[in-house]
Antibody, heavy 118, light 110 residues
């Protein structure tokens, strides 16, 4: 059974940093690209970042470019999102999602809440 | 990277059909046959319902169907059931490993 479990969320002040983790199990992690998708309270979904299975290809949404860094450790079956210079508008539930063979997201974690507030 | 346009809400009685539209541009929906749809119940993670415009993952009822014409994609739920009440999001690949989502549509079963 495919499982994705996020952790690392919490309350952080504007300008602060936070590192999210996503532990994967039930599939060959290194064979799949992964993404982070976020959802602000009461709002819709927003794609944040993508990383290929070998980490050779990485992309970011314009809203986080230069502030967030996606990475993965295939030996640990883990995905990460380093978030720096956090802003109020980064407050959201952050989901890790597996990119399927096509260009969609076939499995999602339960999400971790990041709150940016003073 | 502007969000795709979806109606805020649609509703129908049990057994009826509802259709949710998702309008993008020639750079996303119109450019690729990589439109997907996600169902999200309150407090839960999104669930993939349709991928590649009209394909259903294993386990998704055939009451759910997808289509696309030009820059607009659609999700149709036939034979509406109480458990279909949820938020639905469309998503389109937008090139260079980037994606854009719609604002979401609340489906209410009357």
């Amino acid at each position: 059974e495919v499982q994705l479990v996020e952790s690392g969320g919490g309350l952080v002040q504007p300008g602060g940093s936070l590192r999210l983790s996503c532990a994967a199990s039930g599939f060959t992690f290194s064979s799949y690209s992964m993404s982070w998708v976020r959802q602000a309270p009461g709002k819709g979904l927003e794609w944040v970042s993508y990383i290929s299975g070998t980490s050779s290809t990485i992309y970011y949404a314009d809203s986080v470019k230069g502030r967030f860094t996606i990475s993965r450790d295939n030996a640990k079956n883990s995905l990460y999102l380093q978030m720096n210079s956090l802003r109020d508008e980064d407050t959201a539930v952050y989901y890790c999602a597996r990119n399927a063979g096509g260009l969609d997201f076939d499995y999602w974690g339960q999400g971790t809440l990041v709150t940016v507030s003073s | 990277q502007s969000a795709l346009t979806q109606p805020r809400s649609v509703s129908g009685s049990p057994g009826q059909s509802v259709t949710i539209s998702c309008t993008g541009t020639s750079s996303d929906v119109g450019a690729y046959n990589y439109v997907s749809w996600y169902q999200q119940h309150p407090g839960k993670a999104p669930k993939l319902m349709i991928y590649d415009v009209s394909k259903r993952p294993s386990g998704v009822p055939d009451r759910f169907s997808g289509s696309k014409s030009g820059n607009t994609a659609s999700l149709t739920i036939s034979g509406l059931q109480a458990e279909d009440e949820a938020d639905y999001y469309c998503c389109s690949y937008a090139g260079s490993y980037t994606w854009v989502f719609g604002g979401g549509t609340r489906v209410t079963v009357l």
